[in-house]
């Protein structure tokens, strides 16, 4: 199982300086493999793949090889996933621009996986032979602000810089047995009809309508397609233009909007109810989910899912309260009761009908029970008590936000 922690980061000047450097050339890097990209778009209308693009351009590339290579090949596996995206919703729409630089100024979070190491209370982070002797330095060894205990095994890093300050989420794999069982566990399925779906371990559920952000994209849309229309009437060569990156832009500032008052929303009726482990379907690596490519194929993009688990994860340790993730296998095909898989299980009106048992449960609660009995099947604990969950409240964002 993982768990993230948080920490805060007191690096010296002189380690805040290379820092800066290390974020500053992930941005670099990413530009680069976009530019690459794009120019090979254009010439031949296909884009490379991930490996012949490492293998064939980026390996000796300035800028990839200062980074550490898992680092520097974490931001090109970011704008692959990114690519993907792209072609998925040129199928549907042609006019979907591919991915977007990223700005010059902006500092991209570095992941480590193998290139770093906690001693001594300190994290120490690796560099690139080419950085070593560019720099003169073997290695960063940086000050937690507060050092957290863990009977975890560090396995995964990520620097950000977030407004102004230095943070490291280090994520943990953390043996089942080693985690002290909490009474109070609340388990959250995200999805589109619902934005989000959770359910405790007393038996409260509530569900997070989804309505909101649909009708931001549905609003969005329309005004976006006719901008559009209009502009291949008077320009037909032109398929984009910076009306268009506007209510791009606004659209996804309100879909962001609309998933942090969820999240808060959220977090605000765990604390409510004392809940002290809040678990979720393990979604960090996209790449690797097949579950997801379901999903995916709907209106949402993937990103709206991963940036409202992060939200979720980020408040939740902020308060205190313990985020772990779950494999989410099957947690959508399951029936909750009995525990049927059914391959080609379809959800009509966002409910869950199983044949066996005839369970008739809201969709997205039959997912979020499952991830509270796979989170209590690594203590053995029989789930008797979240057999019945009542009627969940639905919950409607009642702020408006302004268009
Ligand atoms: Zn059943």
């Not at 960090?284 to 979720?312: A, V």
């Not at 902020?318 to 985020?323: H, V, Y």
């Amino acid at each position: 199982m993982k768990q993230t922690i948080i920490y805060k980061l007191n690096p010296t000047i002189e380690q805040e300086k290379h820092l800066h450097n290390l974020t500053s050339i992930a941005t670099k890097l990413y530009n680069t493999d976009n530019y690459i990209r794009r120019a090979t778009w254009k010439k031949c209308g296909k884009i490379p793949s991930w490996y012949s693009q490492k293998k064939k351009v980026l390996k000796d590339n300035h800028w990839y090889k200062l980074l550490p290579s898992q680092t520097a090949q974490e931001v090109t596996h970011n704008l692959q996933g990114a690519y993907n995206s792209w072609f998925k919703l040129r199928k549907k729409d042609e006019k979907a621009r591919p991915p977007r630089f990223r700005k010059k100024e902006m500092l991209s979070p570095i992941s480590f996986y193998q290139q770093f190491k906690i001693i001594d209370d300190k994290l120490k982070l690796s560099m690139s032979l080419k950085y070593r002797k560019e720099h003169n330095i073997k290695s960063l060894e940086l000050n937690f602000n507060e050092w957290k205990k863990t009977s975890g095994i560090p396995k995964f890093c990520q620097i950000i810089f977030d407004k102004g300050k230095w943070f490291a989420h280090i994520v943990y794999e953390v043996e089942e047995t080693n985690i002290k069982l909490n009474r109070n566990i609340m388990a959250i399925d995200v999805g589109v009809i619902n934005t989000a779906a959770t359910v405790d371990n007393s038996g409260n559920s509530k569900i997070y309508s989804g309505k909101q952000i649909l009708s931001i994209q549905h609003y969005f849309n329309s005004r976006i397609a006719r901008v559009q229309s209009k502009l291949t009437k008077q320009y037909p060569k032109r398929k984009w233009s910076k009306t268009l990156q506007r209510l791009t832009d606004k659209k996804n500032r309100q879909i962001k909007q609309s998933l942090h008052t969820i999240s808060k929303g959220i977090i605000t009726q765990a604390k409510k109810s004392n809940i002290k482990t809040i678990v979720a379907g393990d979604i960090t690596d996209i790449r690797k989910d097949n579950n997801f490519g379901k999903r995916n194929n709907q209106k949402l993009h993937s990103w709206s899912f991963s940036k409202l688990i992060q939200q979720i994860e980020y408040k939740s340790i902020l308060s205190g309260i313990r985020f772990v993730r779950v494999s989410e296998m099957n947690t959508s095909k399951t029936c909750s009761i009995c525990g049927i898989i059914r391959k080609n299980s379809r959800v009509k009106r966002g409910l869950y009908r199983c044949k066996i048992c005839s369970n008739l449960i809201n969709a997205d609660i039959n997912g979020a029970k499952n991830i509270l009995k796979k989170y209590l099947q690594f203590f053995s604990i029989e789930d008797g008590s979240i057999g019945n969950v009542a009627m969940p409240l639905v919950s409607r964002i009642e702020n408006v936000i302004p268009r």
